[in-house]
């Protein structure tokens, strides 16, 4: 096989990274893709560092055996925690999804306030605060952990008053705090965004990780010569839990049907 | 060691089963008991049926080692997938939270129109509904997936109005069923109670399996001359992922502090 037909690997926890998969499908529709959901292990975001850890790794082996050409991890929480280990010990170029949308969020940081929203997990790992204040230490950010948006949206509640109640119960604090944009820091909250928007108030510029990451796999392939051009792509979806109920879900978050689905064996990769 | 003073072991998949410990420790104040939270995995309730098994299996051989004198099936969507397989593999007394809640609500169904309210597992393995009908088929059954109540709880929004939003959500269907009587087929549901009682109609009896699993406890134990008595107990608690956050919030459900949390390892039990 050449190089260039050689799949990008995804990586998410579980359906959410699929709204990374779209954007990179748009930009990139000649590549071959596999994506993995950890379906079995959802969600990370309230787990332990060292429990993320052990799953990204597991993750990364199978898709390493798929005979990937470039890694994306499209997990907000598995990158916070894994990012570092896996730039060093993954055999091909990784990206992750929390570098593209911070530097999105700094370009947006007029009045030097800005917010990160995500699951437990990736706001108490500090990571994204900390980069930010590499970057620039004048910006001052507001982390709000929101662990119920992601069962919410998996239970498709996107326009639910009870998905408003619990936005308006995370974000209305924030709305004193003239903040100039907000990171969604977690690939399942692009699907209930007018409500985010709504509670955090209609000023603050949201930034999706998921076109950043895409423009950023392009640059990375037409710089190492692996693009993939004028050809048909292939699409493998794999999950470690119940295929139909990802396949069901999946269309939310893909923006098109996924008709096949098959279950992935990580226990004991290493 | 003395086979009274082995102690009762417990297990659920997170922090629920505590409402089951409590119960147990009340009715038999003298038991040492040892609990298991499998929170690296937590929630069960939407995994598949071979999961649970898998995972229910590698916490009973855990809690063997502890040499437990019975084992408590502290969770309904384990006790739905693995009380069979249990009761065939392991060496000592099982007791489930499935039929000793079954056994009061079926006293109740006069009207012969029961509900169980259940994690969309719990009620995808149709246990409920088929032990019911063995019993006696002229009960019709209602069953009603609710998989955002684990989560509301876990965010301990007992009474917000979030959480009474997604009850109506889930049971204004119900009202106008003529309900007897609902199974809170779930550890954690007792904390929402009220909320569930306001959205079922204040007329149907909710029937927490908790108390009837430790009476069946102590009739077990009675029968079998184990019954530790006018001694001090012993209480361990186990979990596999941060114990600190299980520490928490398990006070809500134990009804007191809990002090000091281990660390379990549970992969490769087998």
């Known amino acids: 096989m050449k190089p260039e037909d050689l799949p990008i690997g995804l990586f998410d926890s579980g359906v959410g990274g699929l709204t990374v998969m779209r954007e990179v499908a748009r930009l990139l529709p000649n590549e071959n893709l596999v994506y993995l959901g950890d379906t079995a292990r959802v969600p990370y975001g309230t787990r332990s560092g060292e429990a993320i850890r052990k799953y990204t790794w597991e993750a990364t082996t199978f898709l ?77 950010v507001f982390p709000v952990a929101c662990p119920l948006f ?31 944009a907000a990171l969604l820091a977690c690939t399942h909250y692009p699907l209930i965004r007018p409500i985010i928007q709504q509670a955090i108030g209609p000023k603050v510029i949201l930034i999706e990780p998921a076109a950043a990451v895409a423009q950023e796999t392009l640059q990375h392939l037409s710089l190492s010569n692996t693009l993939r051009q004028n050809k048909q792509p292939h699409l493998r979806f794999y999950v470690t839990d119940d295929p139909e109920k990802f396949r069901l879900i999946a269309r939310h978050f893909f923006g098109s049907e996924v008709k096949k689905v098959h279950t992935a064996n990580l226990f004991g990769e290493d």
Chains 1, 2 share one sequence.
Do not use: N, W
């Open 150 to 180: 992601v069962p919410l949206i998996e239970e498709r509640l996107f326009d639910h008053p009870a998905t408003q109640l619990i936005a308006d119960h995370y974000l209305h604090a924030l709305r004193d705090q003239h903040i100039d």
């Open 64 to 140: 390493l055996k798929e005979q990937i050409k470039l890694l994306i991890v499209a997990c907000h929480t598995a990158c916070s925690h894994s990012l570092e280990m896996l730039q060093e010990k993954c055999p091909v170029p990784v990206i992750g999804v929390v570098r593209s949308g911070l530097e999105t969020l700094i370009l947006h940081a007029r009045g030097r306030r800005v917010a990160i929203l995500g699951t437990p997990s990736t706001i108490g790992s500090g990571l994204y605060q900390k980069i930010i204040h590499q970057h620039d230490p004048q910006i001052q």
